[in-house]
């Protein structure tokens, strides 16, 4: 069977998803291929990434992966593209690159899909491509209407809560709108170019102030630097506000949090945005941790919980998922995730198994979770 006989019959979203699956266990090197490809013709592009660009690299694929996931659920993937194309605005990304992105990633992929490549599929990702990249480029052009492509911040205070975890308070130049829930990306000074999302661990404050949780994980140069380096004074970059799992205060439902060491950050920022609108709704907020010393921000939540009649905080040492679904059924809960991604995909098996729809199951894209 020849190939253009095989791809007969297939959508658009089935050859791009084949092309991904082809690619796949070969990514490295055509993500290599890619950017060794957009480097030499277009060698403006290079200021736009790190030095070193040993994570960056998946990055591109680990985002394509996602997209080719999304493919059947169209207000997903718009988001998801919304969020990518504000987010490169802070890259110093412009519209005519998005072009010259294209033209590297076909070629790359050209080479390296080899049978599933064919005039067809080649068709398929032009369109595919040229629909992306117009929705990134419409996001950023509407943001650049209202918002800086980043903003300065300076850490003004900064708090060991365990030998590995610290919370940090940042003072941004100009005014920062964002919902809890939310994460954004921050680049410090030591790794130019290098971002990293961590969640905004407190509603918007009267003082405009932000605040983040941080674990030094190994070989984690950003976490590593924002919690053994910085001091206050120092200066970072913040990206724009991203992300959706934000609380949906029409809905009447109650609520099932799950926070998993410092994906308790957008939780606890979550209750304070539930508090400041006088629900009535309960809240459930599971808090793990490895072990009892980690659960460093247990006090504050259990000042909330003093404060809130609806709000009640289990904090477990261990295994959180499942400790969660031993107090079910969650079936009639909003849920909301923010943890380790193996936790996060543990979690979300385990409460849709115990009968909560997938629609009433909120979580961070995993891909921007990857520990670092
Ligand atoms: N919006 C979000 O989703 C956020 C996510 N994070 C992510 O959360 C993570 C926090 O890491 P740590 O503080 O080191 O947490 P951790 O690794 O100490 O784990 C915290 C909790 O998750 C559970 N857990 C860990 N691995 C699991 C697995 N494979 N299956 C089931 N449960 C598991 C643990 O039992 C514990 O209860 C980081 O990966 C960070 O990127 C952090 C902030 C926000």
Known sequence: MTNAQRDEGLGDAALIRRTLEY???????????????????????R?????????????????????????EEPDRLTAFLRDLGRGHRKYGT????????????????????????????????????????????????????????????????????????????????????????QYTAIETPWWPRVWRHYSFATAPRADGLLSFHVRAVPAGWVSTSLVRRARPGDVVRLGPPLGSMTVDHTAASDLLCLGGGTGIAPIRAMVEDVARHGSHREMQVFYGARREDDLYDLENLRRFERAYSWLTVHPVVGALPEAVSRRGPWTEYDAYLAGPPP??????RILTEGGVPAGAIRHDDLEHLVRD
């Open 94 to 181: 412009r519209s005519p690159d998005y072009p010259a992105v294209g033209q590297c990633l076909l070629a790359a992929l050209a080479r390296y899909a080899g049978e599933v490549w064919s005039p067809r599929t080649e068709a398929a990702w032009v369109r595919a491509y040229a629909a992306i990249s117009q929705t990134m480029i419409d996001a950023a052009e509407e943001d650049a209407l209202r918002n800086p492509p980043w903003w300065l911040a300076e850490i003004v205070s900064h708090e060991a809560r365990t030998t590995d975890v610290a919370v940090l308070i940042v003072r941004p130049e100009q005014p920062y709108a964002f919902t809890p829930g």
């Open 47 to 71: 200021d736009m990434f790190p030095v070193a660009m040993d994570t960056q690299r998946d990055r591109l694929f680990k985002a394509l992966l996602a997209a080719g996931l999304l493919l």
């Open 23 to 45: 690619v796949s266990p070969v990514a490295d090197e055509a993500t290599g291929y890619f950017y060794a490809l957009l480097f030499l013709h277009h060698p403006h592009t």
């Open 343 to 348: 936790m996060v995909r543990s979690g979300v």
